[in-house]
């Protein structure tokens, strides 16, 4: 929305320089670009042409009306003539003002104390400069129009009026041309700063865009881990129980296969709802039932079905009055330490302890002794404890891990509970 629909009617200097639709400059030869660099002259567009040419017939009008005047005066023939080559010269130098605006100021200051033919020229490069250039350098060339403007009805007086009238005249046209010109520069200024905030604040929102995307990601992506993790070792621990156990008595063999079964199920379900938010963003997370602290003895029951030796001490007494968000990461926590206990200390018992309560938090521990055979070789992304970190952060409290001195290992962490 911030580009120019019609550039071609914009001044060059307002003209957007990455906008597609601007004729670009050839570049230098022997350079090898394809266009002019950042901070070079800009090209004039279709309106900079109109207005040159319109300046320049104007100045010229202006001039041929003042050698009529000076024709019917009588004046000396040689010095008509010296007046009217001046002020071609003048005009024809308009065409420069946009290249060297202070420079051919000053030199038509001069030229208009001696040829009245180049006032109209005289005029257009004041405005010029009050367009093109800071305040500075046009307070300067003003302060020596205005001086101009004085001296030249002493030089070449008009009959026609009094030297007063002159005087005034010459004083109210300069200074109409250049406070026309620094109104001019002010708009396009503003307009420029406008056209940069909306550049800004596009840029801004493609930022803010791809940061909720990723965030969207991550989020994504932890949800899948914490999810997908628990089930899918549940599967690797049982069916590598069926490989190196081929002996196993038909009613393990089966309770191990009706463990992967319903694992591999409820895998599949979880997958199949978090593929449903990727497809539908923010449908459907009020549907998907999420963990909470209430349901952690299921969690427990299910990690003793697959051969686990977990003791739960919840010494909350009412887990469905604890809030929504501390329960479930308490749930994804305990999760997690779960499935890390079932891959790297196999044949430990864990212990599950949470408390606390209002105003204190809720603190979830869960720790086990050194394994009691060798670890499996199930794989890991080797983030899981990473995850509950930056969860646990999010959630405004802080999670802790490490091997204890007796070769265990212990997952602390605290959440903020408001009373």
Not at 123 to 138: E, T
Not at 172 to 201: D, F, I, K, N, S
Not at 224 to 250: C, I, K, N, Q, Y
């Amino acid at each position: 929305m911030t580009r120019t629909e019609y550039p071609w009617l914009l001044p060059s200097a307002m003209a957007d320089p990455h906008d597609p639709e601007l004729p670009a400059d050839p570049p230098p030869p022997g350079s090898g670009g394809t266009g002019r660099p950042r901070g070079a002259r800009p090209r004039r567009t279709v309106r900079d042409w109109v207005i040159d040419t319109l300046l320049f017939v104007c100045a010229a009008a202006v001039g041929l009306a003042a050698a009529e005047a000076s024709h019917q005066m009588n004046e000396n023939q040689a010095l008509v003539a010296f007046d009217q080559l001046l002020g071609a010269a003048a005009c024809c130098a308009l065409w420069l003002r946009r290249r060297w605006p202070v420079r051919l100021a000053v030199a038509l200051v001069f030229v208009g104390l001696l040829s009245p033919v180049a006032g109209g020229a005289f005029v257009a490069s004041l405005f010029s400069v009050a367009v093109h250039r800071p305040f500075r350098p046009v307070a300067l060339i003003g302060a020596l129009a205005l001086a101009s403007s004085l001296v030249q009805p002493l030089l070449r007086a008009d009959p026609t009026s009094g030297l007063l009238v002159s005087i005034v005249a010459g004083i109210v046209m300069v200074l109409l041309a250049m406070g026309w010109g620094m109104l001019v520069r002010a708009r396009r200024q503003l307009v420029v700063v406008l056209r940069e905030r909306a550049h800004r604040a596009e840029a801004e929102a493609e930022l803010r865009a791809e940061q909720a995307q990723r965030l969207a990601r991550e989020a994504i992506a932890r949800e899948m881990h914490d999810v997908l993790a628990h089930r899918l070792t549940l599967l690797s621990v049982h069916a590598g129980a069926l490989e190196f156990r081929p002996d196993a008595p038909p009613a393990e063999v089966a309770r191990a296969a009706g463990v992967i079964r319903d694992s591999a199920h409820e895998a599949l379900q979880d997958l199949r709802q978090i593929i449903g938010v990727l497809r539908t963003p923010g449908e459907g997370e009020g549907d998907r039932p999420q963990p909470t602290l209430a349901t952690l003895d299921a969690l427990v029951e299910e990690s003793r079905e697959a051969g686990m030796s977990v003791v739960l001490d919840n010494r909350i007494p009412e887990p469905a009055a604890v809030p929504a968000a501390i329960g479930r990461t308490v749930y994804r926590i305990a999760q997690e330490a779960l499935t890390n206990a079932r891959k790297h200390a196999p044949g430990a018992e864990v212990t599950v302890a949470v408390r606390g309560g209002p105003g204190d938090g809720v603190t979830v521990e869960v720790g086990n002794p050194p394994p009691v055979g060798e670890p499996g070789e199930v794989p890991g992304s080797g983030q899981g404890l990473i995850g509950l970190t930056e969860r646990a952060t999010l959630a405004g409290g802080a999670l802790r891990h490490g091997r204890t001195g007796d070769g265990g290992f212990r997952v602390r962490a605290w959440l903020p509970w408001a009373a």
